[in-house]
């Protein structure tokens, strides 16, 4: 299997090549084009995970994704070209896992994975749901093998050792080896969320620990917010 990331910036997209014995995951939607040999397998469930189903489904379109899953194979055992775009312009990175942590994908970045990698849906709870701003499902990647992963504008790896604050609604993945909270920008308490409102910053994900986090440069929400109210109304 071989994955390239293509037209870093503004519209990247991801090109993936299948050898005969190889498999890809992807989000229902995300592929937009193919060589005419790929054998295609849409399903509630993947391939090979020993569950999900229709509840499996449910879950994923509370954490972003699409209630199907698509997989890609060989039709005659010669290698398979194919590409996916994500549903938001922005770069794509792709995430090598190893099998020594799970990986939190938050609303929407979820691309698709090869290999041994499984995906499942988990709460994140309404604390970092709510006031975290980043969904109140994440999908949750884990095993072996490469994973695709997309933002709102530009993506940025971080190595976190110690603490590391991200605002909310930019934060992409990051490993369960790191602690994760939820507080204000600015201080603790009432007068840090004062503080934290006049300088026009909210709630921030807090991460502790030694991990990797990948962040947006961009937030989709706030682009709602900005170009909403200057729409025409809907008849």
């Known amino acids: ?9 503004l519209f990247g997209h991801v090109d993936v090549t299948l050898d005969a014995n190889d498999t890809f995951t992807s989000d229902a939607g995300a592929l937009f084009k193919m060589t005419s040999n790929t054998h295609l397998d849409t399903s509630t469930r993947q391939r090979g995970s020993g569950g999900g189903g229709i509840l499996s489904a449910a879950k994923r379109l509370l954490g972003g994704a699409s209630f199907f899953l ?5 039709k005659d055992g010669q290698p398979v070209h194919l590409s996916l775009a994500p549903t938001m312009p922005g770069d794509c990175a792709e995430i090598d896992i190893d099998g020594s942590c ?25 604390k970092k749901g709510l006031v975290g701003g980043e969904g109140m499902f994440y999908i949750v990647c884990s095993g072996k093998g ?29 490993q369960d080896s ?15 969320f004062v503080t934290s409102g006049l300088v026009g910053e909210g709630f921030v994900m807090k991460f502790k620990g030694n991990g990797v986090v990948y962040t947006q440069s961009h937030s989709s929400t706030r682009l709602g917010q900005s170009v909403g109210p200057t729409l025409p109304e809907r008849n």
């Open 1 to 9: 299997m071989q994955i390239s990331i293509r037209d870093t910036g």
């Open 70 to 74: 698509t997989q890609y194979g060989s």
């Open 102 to 126: 799970k990986w939190y994908c938050t609303g929407g970045s979820w691309i698709g994975c090869g290999g041994d990698v499984s995906i499942n849906t988990e709460f994140a709870g309404f």
């Open 146 to 174: 490469p994973v695709l992963i997309s933002a709102f504008g530009k993506i940025h790896k971080i190595q976190v050792d110690g603490e590391y604050n991200v605002d909310s609604g930019h934060v992409v993945a990051y």
């Open 178 to 192: 790191l602690q994760v909270d939820v507080g204000v920008a600015s201080g603790a308490g009432f007068g840090g």
